[in-house]
């Protein structure tokens, strides 16, 4: 797919903390917002968008993001906008070289970017891919799962498995309380997708691991939470702390989605065929 690239000068354009963002993603994962992307129409959704630096700071790649809309019109703006979910982000200082990008992509015309909106073609954007690994920030855990070797200690006594398979065992004893439908707006893969959705769900830690101590234990009933793709970006959407699952209800209720809700025959069976995941006690 193409990729397209999204130019920062921040003597221009300084509406966002860049430190502070960067720790919002090493904390949650993701910064959402929009971004202008001039007359470029043709950006696909779900397209890698590459961050790079201009002005005094230095030129040079310093983020990486991904897509999340078509291209629209903002009232009063000339320029097209495209949202944008941003996943990492280098230092200042620590931005890829323009010669080192040349060097590796040599198809990009790096040192012309004087806007966002230009693509690059996916056998470049691969390279660049490949010098992001060797040379962007190291892969930030993932905020919504168990970290590794927490679960407790007598629940693990029960189970023969290394400190790394307690990640799906603890899932799985989440699920077995909660049920595979979502905490917050009670939708379920299972029933909308059949076969293909059996027991397929996000499961979100309420809280983010980096504000966990050393000697944390992990109880999956309590500290872990079934959620839909979309309530799960909510959740984490522009907030440092995650939102409840009572605030998320909130939201969505205030939306005029969730005035009320019975589940159907299916729905039950669904959440009891869930709590028979783990087996008889």
């Known amino acids: 797919m193409t990729a397209v690239i999204l130019a920062w000068n ?7 903390d860049y430190e502070a963002v960067r720790k919002q993603v090493t904390e949650t994962g993701q910064f959402l917002r929009s971004w202008s992307v001039g007359g470029n129409q043709d950006i696909p959704f779900g397209a ?16 990486h993001g991904r897509i999340l809309s078509e291209p629209y ?12 979910a941003f996943d990492a982000f280098l230092p200042f200082g ?54 590794p070797g927490t679960y407790p200690g007598e629940a693990v006594s029960r189970v023969e498995v290394n400190r790394y398979e307690r990640h799906p065992e603890a899932r799985r004893a989440c699920l077995a309380h909660h049920g595979t439908a979502c905490a917050a707006c009670g939708f379920s893969f299972e029933i909308t997708y059949g076969e293909i959705g059996k ?4 499961v979100h830690h309420i809280v983010p691991i980096p504000r966990l101590g050393a000697d944390y ?8 939470v079934p959620l839909c793709a979309n309530c799960h970006a909510m959740a984490h959407h522009g907030v440092s702390i995650p939102r409840t699952v009572a605030e998320l209800r909130r939201i969505i209720s205030g939306a005029g989605f969730l005035a009320g809700q019975t589940l159907t025959p299916e729905e039950l069976e669904a959440q009891n065929e869930a709590r ?6």
């Open 10 to 16: 921040p003597d221009r354009w300084h509406d966002w």
């Open 48 to 63: 890698d968008a590459w961050l790079l630096l201009q002005g005094r700071p230095g030129r040079g790649l310093i983020g």
């Open 73 to 84: 019109a903002v009232e009063g703006e000339a320029s097209l906008s495209v949202d944008v």
């Open 94 to 147: 620590e931005q890829i070289a323009p010669e080192i990008l040349l060097d590796a992509a040599p198809g990009v015309a790096w040192e012309g970017v004087s806007g966002s909106g230009l693509t690059i073609e996916p056998s470049e954007e691969l390279k660049v891919r490949l010098l992001w690994s060797e040379l962007g920030p190291p892969p930030i855990a993932d905020p919504t799962l168990p970290a």
């Open 199 to 202: 027991d397929f769900i996000h």
């Open 217 to 224: 234990e992990l109880d999956p009933v309590t500290d872990l």
């Open 276 to 281: 028979r995941i783990l087996g008889p006690p």
